[in-house]
Each structure stands twice: as structure tokens, then as C-alpha cells.
């Protein structure tokens, strides 16, 4: 069967299809653009890629060799619903979906158990974590998780494997698509407005997600402060006075966290010691863009929402106080939408900062009867001593030099991002390593 993957260059799809070419599947797919990922696709035996998504395009593709199935991100009608790609296999009546059912079809076929991570925050994370173990206890897995890893490729399948470890994304209602063996949930904080119109509507969505899994594992803050079912025996709630928690050397309170969850999670699967899951667990091998070090005192963070926010200056911070420096911030938001529900939440993310630079947004699937917020108005939401030392910047040579000299200083320099081609992230690749 020959699968077509579009917009296979991104975190989501291109795991998937490394998976399906694992799996047996003949794979194609397209993108917008190029880069370094669909260059490591290229290398990984998937070569027949087309760059630029015009109808005539895959119209050629799809005659070159016939696609079975099309499978696509939630982006794509939303950025674009009359997206050239999809009204050409609409109009040729080519089986299509989004990523969530071809999956599927890849769980049954090889009768795996879906592990799946979910929550607002600490999914790559927690996803990763859980890998790592399982891979060091040698135990054969499949997965599928957003970020790039040093211990593996982004997607992989082992047809040794009993068990699928999946990133499970609450996006566009994603999740709801699964009937996971296990669930673990990182944490619960309203999140995708344009999706999700209430918090209310948000946490439904999570308690329909539970009410599909055989079992769960995830905090007692989450579950009590979100009405789910009490007398539901399948949930594991946990708190950090659980033994064993305090043995985790881990740096930051929420990769702690984020660890206990994967201990968790692979100790209810394996029966394996959890003193043993937690020495391996310290030694993580952790996982890009997770305060992930570009250059000495250089950092690079995904953090993107309030509550992500804090946990990477919560590790900043630490990191800092045993080196004895100053933290230095350069945030660019998420998306203009994502800010206009969030900017109270804001006010005080950044305390224990010493400076911060704020450049403009990172734009993606924006909502264009709003406006735009620069990064002076976001700036004037922050606590009055923080406004104080925060100052709205470009990508720039003047913000190059600004880091150069924090860095000469001795200062810790942590950029949060959570944007992809042409973001801050990518800049100061560029720029600054």
C-alpha cells in the first residue's frame, strides 16, 4: 500500500512516516519546504519527496505511482481548507485522513498496545522519558515522539515490539480518536482556544479521552481539580511524597515530574523495581529543544505556554544557582492567537530573571480579526519589576551582540520558542553556534 504523507517534514508526520516505512508501507509525501528533517528522511530511504504542495504536483505523483491513502495534519484545512493537495484527492476519490486513523491502522495491523502520553505540557518530555526506559531495560518498543532524541530516530517500529509509546497531541480533538492501553496525563491547563472555546470544553475533552482507557496515571492536582470520575478504579493517582520520587537527581521540578510519571508508567507494564526505573532514569540522555544546551551558558527551551514557561526557568534557575550566575530570557511567544487568552497568564512567568528580550510572535494559524500584539503592549502585562528589566527586541545583529555580551558575563541565556522554520530557535542556530 503506498501512503502519502503531507507535510512530512514536521514533528508530527515525519515519526509517522519513518513508522510506516518501517512497517512495511510504501511511502511518499510533500512539503512546503525544505529542510534538514526531510533531508534525514532522504537518507532514511524515503527519497520521493516533493518540495512545494501544488494540485498539479501530486496530481503527477499520484500518476508516477498511484497513492492509497493521503494522510495529513490537523494544520492542514485549517491553515488552508481549500488546500491544493486535498481537493485534488478529494476530486480523485483517494482514501484520506488525518494521521490519528492511519495510526490506527497500524496498531491493529500489528496488534501493538497503545502507550499514550497526553496533556498541555511535558508530552515530549514525559514520551521521551518513557522510551529511554524502556530501551535501557532492553525491552523492545515502538513510538512515535515530537522532538528529536539522541537515543533514537523521532518515529520507529520494532516488530519485536508489544507496546506503541505515542505522544498523543489534544489538538484539533486528536487524541480522541484512541482507545489507549495505558494514559498518562502530564498536566491539565486550557490550552488550543480556537479549538477549545471554554476550559470547561477543554477538560471534557480530557475526561472523554480518560473514559476510553483501560488504565491512567496522572497527578492528583490534575484529577481533583477536574471532577473525574471518583469511583473509577483504573486511575493511578499520584502525588511527589510517593517513595522514590525524592532518588530522582534530575535537574528542574518538572522534568522530576515528567520522570515520575514514565517510572510510573513502566513499572505498571513491567513490574520492574522502581528504585531500579529511577537510577536509569537519572542518567536521561534528555532531548532537543528541552533545555537543550546549543554552546556553553546558551540555552534553547520549547516553552510556549505560561505553565511551560515556568518549568524552564524553574530549571533555569537552578542550574544558575549552583553555577552562581544570572538567568537571561529571550521569549518568543507561540502564535499572536495563543496571546491574546494568555496575556494576564504572563505576569509573572519570568521572575527570577535578571533581563528580558522579547521579540515578536512566532505566526502560525492566526485568527486575522485579531491584532496583532507587539512585543511592547505584551511587555506592559508583566509584574512592575519585571517590566522593568524587559525590553521588546528583533532577530537581529543587535540582539546577536546583546547575547554575545550576556554570555562574555558569565550569564545563563535561555530562549524559549516554540516555533519551527524561521523561529528564534532556528536563528540562534544559525547565527550564534
Known sequence: MHIFFSGIGGTGIGPLALIAKQAGYEVSGSDKQNSQYVEYLKSHGIEDITIGQTEAAIAAAHQAHPIDWFVYSSALPKENPNHPELVFIESAGIKHSKRDEFLNQILGEKNLKLIAIAGTHGKSTTTAMTIWLFKELGIPV???????????????????????????????????????????????????????????????????????????????????????????????????????????????????????????AVQSLTSEPVQKLVGIMNEFAGLSRRMEELKPNLYTDYAHTPEKIEGAMSTALEIARELKQKVVVVYEPLTNRRMHYTREQHRDVFKGASAIYWVPSYLAREDPAQAILSPAELIQDLNPELIEIAKPMELNDQLKAVIKSHLENGDLVVAMSGGGGNSLDEWLRSELT
Open 142 to 264: 515502538s513510538y512515535s515522539v515530537g522532538a528529536k532524541i539522541p537515543f533514537g530516530d523521532m518515529g520507529q517500529y520494532d516488530p519485536n515490539s508489544q507496546y506503541f509509546v505515542y505522544e498523543c497531541d489534544e489538538f484539533d480533538r486528536n487524541f480522541l480518536a484512541f482507545h489507549p492501553a495505558l494514559s498518562v496525563i502530564t498536566g491539565i491547563a486550557w490550552d488550543h482556544h480556537e479549538v477549545y472555546p471554554t476550559q470547561e470544553s477543554y477538560v471534557q475533552a480530557f475526561r472523554e479521552f480518560l473514559s476510553q482507557s483501560q488504565a491512567k496515571i496522572m497527578w492528583d492536582d490534575d484529577y481533583s481539580g477536574s471532577v473525574f470520575a471518583s469511583d473509577d478504579e483504573s486511575y493511578n493517582i499520584l502525588t511527589t511524597v510517593d517513595e522514590g520520587f525524592s532518588d530522582l537527581t534530575l535537574r528542574g521540578s518538572v522534568n522530576r515530574r515528567d520522570a515520575w510519571l514514565a517510572v510510573q
